[in-house]
């Protein structure tokens, strides 16, 4: 094509015989010229290759404006949100999403080896090719077939997570119109500052190996705003991450009537709440909850295809049961609540919080919301608890601290642990991100409970060194509980001992991780944890030994262990056949006065004979948590 300025001259040249005619200068010709080949220029050039990324797009529908539409107005706000790790959730992988520097690193985990490399603002990945070995739903690629994959190069194009740990997408393919992106087999924990796989970020049977999924069939739904899915990988998302309009709702509606700022003033002066948008706080309590239960909560997509085509059918301010009728999981097919739920229905996996919560006395009698205690803007990031409302004073406003914080109710000294309303009416029962969350199940320790469910009770998961007999008589003479039937070993060996040992792989995670939580350390005595975490070392689910080794760097002598929860069967097996020989280096003969409910003898250490009997029952049945 000829550039605009050769263009230029060969015109004037053209117009050279009518120069004298015209009586024009030469200057007036050259400028007529140009002004008409820059125009020419313009009309015949060809327009610029639109270049789609091989990744889902941002797309604005159905009154979707995108959180970028609301700076200008509310600027605090607008800040509140972007630190928060809901708006991190999904990123495109700009360098400062990463939540550390890639460039140069290579890991080999299981056989397979994964290279990263950063060209300008792209990090690339020498990795196992994933479409080499696909198999639906979740396009898992076995070890095996990783190592003999052949090598691909790709882009990261975008990051989830950058909290605990994360998770980095590649396109499946560089082919053009490629727009489905899968997740490297490795995540980085971001505290340990390491990469494990995938695997072992979940807790799941050893013999499953997850493999890679696809981000519009698996997270699109809460971790990005207003998703749709799409046929092929075609999927598109208003935001990034989980922004405005995730919680407001459609916001184009409230920025068209916001465009004047004498009208907003005005407004604001005048009018009250503006109705154009939705505010969570302003509403009832069940459908301020309900805009959190879109996420947080067990989903039943009533209709698949319109799903893929618009994404979900609910939006804030609405009721989510004419919508999404699966919300506490009563639509679950018995080995989908396995997964997720203890007996009783509340939930064992992080993820559903709404479930435990709509299932609480606060909420079915009295009004509590989830914005009861969490506040998007109002918030330390870390667990978006409103503030004052980590203590007591998130129950304060409807129980009465005169009756409900005196010792004559929680039977603690004022101001321990053990006299924080959560503590014993919120426990630690949950599982996800590799330790315990609390249950948003609000109800009060029981016995009879606890063995109908196999759910830990909050008594011992403080008093890790006591019975469940001790609990049984102490709820009883306090609150007047019948006490079930226990067994011998109810009353013989600390409950948490026997759940470590015998209990399935989720009963002991968190056990495994109250050896390592404050207040359990408090309320426990410490010295003979150390040799009961060795069997959490071993054990064959990475999860648990991720978590076990966790919580035994938290021991005295124990902070300096070296370990690798992830690798090879013998090289862990001689590692953690140290800890017993320093445990007895350090304790010596300082066992005086240990609970005999341990098993440890003071003189002869471990009691084999009962420990290998716990260890013989132990459950074994495959444990999956889907989070």
């Excluded at 809901?86 to 495109?92: D, E, F, N, S, V």
């Excluded at 290279?115 to 898992?140: I, Q």
């Excluded at 082919?175 to 087999?185: A, C, D, M, S």
């Amino acid at each position: 094509m000829l550039t605009p300025l050769l263009l230029c001259l060969l015109v004037a040249a053209a117009l050279a015989p009518f120069w004298r005619a015209s009586g024009w200068t030469p200057r007036v010709i050259v400028t007529l010229a140009c002004a008409g080949a820059l125009g020419l220029g313009v009309w015949a050039s060809p327009a610029p290759v639109a270049v789609t990324p091989h990744r889902p797009l941002e797309a604005r529908d159905a009154g979707y404006v995108s959180s970028d539409s609301c700076r200008a107005c509310h600027p605090g706000p607008h800040d509140s949100w972007h630190r928060s790790y809901h708006r991190t959730m999904t990123q495109l992988a700009t360098p400062e999403a990463f939540a550390a520097d890639f460039d140069g690193v290579e890991v080999t985990l299981w056989g397979q080896r994964y290279k990263f490399e950063r060209r300008g603002d792209t990090l690339w990945v020498d990795m196992p090719d994933p479409s080499s070995s696909l198999s639906a739903p979740h396009r898992a690629l076995t070890d095996a077939a990783a190592e003999r994959a052949p090598r691909v190069e790709r882009p990261v194009v975008m990051t989830t997570g950058s909290h605990h740990y994360q998770v980095l997408w590649v396109p499946l393919s560089l082919e053009e119109g490629e727009r489905e992106v899968i997740n490297l087999r490795i995540v980085y924990l971001i505290d340990d500052q390491r990469w494990i796989p995938r695997t072992a970020a979940f807790l799941s049977p050893p013999e499953i190996r997850q493999g890679t999924v696809a981000w519009a069939a698996v997270c699109i739904k809460c971790h990005a705003t207003r998703g749709r899915p799409g046929y092929d990988g075609a999927a598109d998302v208003v935001d990034f991450g989980i922004a405005c309009e995730s919680c407001h709702g459609p916001g184009e509606a409230h920025v068209a009537r916001n465009q004047n700022p004498l009208r907003r003033f005005t407004s604001y002066l005048t009018e009250g709440p503006d109705d154009s948008v939705v505010n969570p706080v302003r509403l009832p309590h069940d459908r301020a909850s309900y805009v959190c239960a879109q996420c947080h909560s067990l989903l039943s997509i009533p209709d698949a295809d319109a799903y893929r085509q618009r994404g979900l059918p609910y939006h804030p301010g609405e009721d989510i049961h004419e919508h999404l009728p699966n919300l506490v999981g009563e639509l679950l097919t018995e080995t989908q609540r396995n997964e997720r739920m203890w007996a009783d229905g509340d939930l064992r996996v992080t993820g559903g919080e709404w479930v435990g919560m709509a299932g609480s006395r606060c909420f079915t009698e009295g009004e509590l919301a989830c914005t009861s205690c969490h506040s998007m803007h109002d918030s330390d990031p870390n667990d978006q608890l409103a503030a004052g409302m980590d203590g007591d004073d998130a129950c304060a406003s409807c129980h009465a601290p005169a009756t409900y914080a005196a010792e004559a109710h929680t039977h603690h000294p004022a101001r321990s642990s053990g006299s924080r309303c959560y503590n014993c009416h919120m426990p630690n029962t949950t599982y996800g991100l590799l330790k315990a969350v609390r249950s948003h199940r609000i109800d009060s320790p029981n016995v009879t409970r606890s063995l109908e469910t196999r759910k830990p009770n909050a008594c011992n998961l403080c008093h890790l060194d006591r019975t469940l007999a001790w609990t049984a008589e102490a709820l009883t003479r306090w609150y007047g509980q019948a006490t079930p039937k226990l067994t011998a070993e109810h009353r013989q060996v600390s409950e948490a001992l026997a759940l470590l040992l015998r209990g399935d792989a989720g009963q002991r995670a968190l056990i495994a991780w109250a050896m390592g939580w404050g207040p359990a350390r408090e309320a426990s005595d410490l010295r003979w944890m150390a040799p009961y975490l060795t069997f959490t070392l071993n054990d064959p689910y990475d999860a648990v030994r991720i978590v076990g080794y966790r919580a035994l760097k938290t021991l005295p002598g124990f902070t300096d262990f070296a370990f690798d929860p992830i690798a090879p069967e013998e090289q862990r097996i001689e590692l953690a056949s140290e800890i017993i020989p320093r445990w007895h280096e350090r304790q010596g003969s300082d066992l005086e006065g240990l609970p005999p409910e341990v098993l440890i003898d003071p003189r002869e250490g471990l009691m084999r004979g009962p420990i290998t009997a716990l260890l013989q029952r132990r459950d074994n049945r495959p444990v999956m948590l889907s989070e």
